[in-house]
């Protein structure tokens, strides 16, 4: 977590990025982000500077989260506000974390969570993959390629299930979504809303996946940064 700067005590934003990627993702909205308080930004496991040998795309990332919430706080005061924001993997990693914490997030800090291309299920995403790179037919091959996968690791990917996960969440969440997604589907947005009542929900137009923001960056500045700003006043 190479960090220079000490943040100030007052509201931050964790970055969690996507499948493949790094924090680098989110480099086009920290200015505006930082512009609402802290911003902090991790690699997750087997990404970027970070080690590991794998990922479980979400599951046990979410002990990367807690590294991260424990560094803040040893330089913050522990009632500083957090709020997550995470991208496709990253959105998953972050529903999958409070969905753990449940009650206990707000002892975390935790006050809020912002999300955007997250998938339902990684079962769904393995089955889109699947059929879009392979030709093979989404059943049987794309739970058999997640089954494989699990036990490849010694973990079970078949619970992977962020929209299990928010079920146990009551807390402020905004949920972002292109319509244009053909990465992580349209529907997969709808599977977590259904588990989550209190979510604010935005449908992009014509956004593809993780571009919510180069597609319309005005409305989503505002958008965020008016979920944060109630978030730090909660």
């Excluded at 996507?18 to 989110?26: F, I, L, T």
């Excluded at 093979?136 to 699990?150: H, S």
């Excluded at 079920?167 to 977590?192: F, M, N, R, S």
């Amino acid at each position: 977590l190479p960090a220079d700067a000490t943040p100030e005590d007052n509201g931050t934003t964790l970055f969690l990025h996507g499948y493949g990627d790094n924090k680098a993702q989110g480099l086009a909205i920290f200015p505006f982000l930082h512009r609402h308080g802290n911003v902090l930004a991790i690699d997750l496991r087997a990404h970027g500077t970070s080690g590991g040998a794998y990922t479980t795309a979400g599951k046990l990332e979410v002990r990367d989260v807690e590294a991260a919430l424990s560094w803040l706080h040893a330089r913050l005061s522990p009632a500083a506000p957090v709020v997550l924001l995470g991208w496709s993997m990253g959105g998953a990693t972050a529903i999958n974390a409070v969905g753990q914490w449940g009650e206990q997030a707000p002892t975390l800090g935790v006050v809020g969570v912002v999300t955007d291309g997250a998938f339902s299920r990684l079962t769904r995403i393995v089955e889109t993959s699947i059929g879009a790179f392979t030709g093979l037919p989404k059943w049987p091959f794309g739970p058999l390629a997640t089954t494989f996968a699990g036990w490849a690791i010694g973990q079970d990917l078949d619970g992977n299930a962020p929209a299990d996960a928010v079920a146990a969440y009551d807390g402020k969440l905004l949920l972002i979504h292109g319509t244009a997604d053909t990465t992580v589907t349209p529907e997969q947005l709808d599977a977590i809303a259904a588990s989550a009542p209190q979510a604010q929900v935005w449908r992009v137009p014509g956004a593809r996946h993780v571009e919510s923001y180069s597609t319309a960056p005005q409305e989503y500045e505002a958008r965020v940064a008016a979920f944060l700003e109630a978030a730090w006043a909660a």
